[in-house]
């Protein structure tokens, strides 16, 4: 019988989430989120996907911009010029969509304060996270293909991340008027597998010809797993989800149907949901390009 069960069982060793918390301006709201990272080695590589990389690398900034416009507001109450706090909203750009506060956090993977060291790819949502740390909480790591060919359509796959959030060490703090990590709630969101039927090869285009940069997946990367492996029943990592795309069907339906003792005209836009993932041959040459070793089957 085909199962996945040992494979998620690999796979989990060296997968970790990423936990995220936002505020939006003016509102008091903390919307919790989650991506993936997983361990390449020992000497605390990690890898993800570059636009969970820019989240991490950006929160800094934005954090920093919104103190300032808080310091800046405070200023203008003190001089009892509260009428022009709307201009300064303007000059910084703020309305409710906008996120002013984001605070992130590595769950188990290191002992310590850590030093973290960013290097995205090019081109790829692909990016590589250096972990330096007095410990590294990963003694497993990932075996990728040597003989890539088999990446073809019909090849079942199984990936693994952190799509539904569940983790509840946060609050607002009234008087800080900020987002802040607790000692209190749960502290861990539940691993999450999907699997899935390669479908189709995705081309980039580049230097006059165009190369396989990755995979279509026939089931959705869930809001979450962004940055975890994709991998076979054996465990092999063939790739990394990093995106979802929408195939329209073209079977509207505009349809009287019985809902609740009542007729009801029922409309429905049907789409495909399918997963994206990047290559394993490009993410063994963003390894090699950057000295990363690993291990290969």
């Not at 996270?129 to 990932?142: A, G």
């Not at 339906?253 to 490009?282: P, W, Y």
Request: hydrophobic share 40%.
């Amino acid at each position: 019988m085909f199962t996945f069960v040992s494979a998620i069982e690999k796979a989990a060793r060296f997968v970790r989430p990423i936990h995220t918390i936002t505020r939006n301006y003016g509102s008091e709201a903390v919307v919790p989120s989650t991506a993936t990272l997983f361990f390449i080695n020992t000497d605390g590589w990690a890898l993800t996907c570059r636009h969970v990389a820019d989240l991490i690398a950006n929160a800094d900034r934005v954090n920093r911009r919104y103190r300032q416009f808080q310091k800046e507001t405070h200023d203008l109450i003190v001089r009892k010029r509260k009428s022009e706090v709307r201009g300064l909203e303007k000059k910084y750009g703020y309305s409710e969509r906008i996120t002013v506060e984001i605070r992130n956090t590595f769950v188990n993977c290191a002992d310590g304060k850590l030093d973290v060291k960013i290097v995205p790819h090019e081109k790829l949502d692909l990016a590589l996270i250096k972990f330096s740390s007095s410990r590294l909480h990963c003694e497993e790591f990932p075996v990728f293909p040597a003989d890539t060919s088999a990446l073809k359509p019909g090849l079942m796959l199984c990936r693994l991340g952190y799509p539904f959030p569940d983790f509840t060490n946060f609050r607002y703090d009234d008087e800080k008027e900020a987002i802040e990590w607790t000692h209190e709630g749960r502290v861990h969101t539940p691993l999450f597998p999907i699997e899935g039927m390669v479908t189709r090869l995705i081309l980039q285009a580049g230097n006059g010809h165009e190369t396989v940069s990755g995979f279509e997946m026939s089931t959705p990367g869930l809001r979450g797993q962004s940055g975890g492996p994709v991998f076979d029943a054996e465990g092999r990592v063939w790739g990394v989800q990093f995106a979802t795309g929408h195939l329209y069907l073209g079977f509207d339906i505009h349809q009287e149907v019985l809902k609740m003792g009542k007729m009801a005209t029922v409309s429905d836009n049907a789409f495909l949901h399918v997963g994206h993932c990047l290559h394993v041959d490009r993410i063994k040459e963003f390894l090699k390009t950057n000295g990363v070793a690993f291990q290969e089957e």
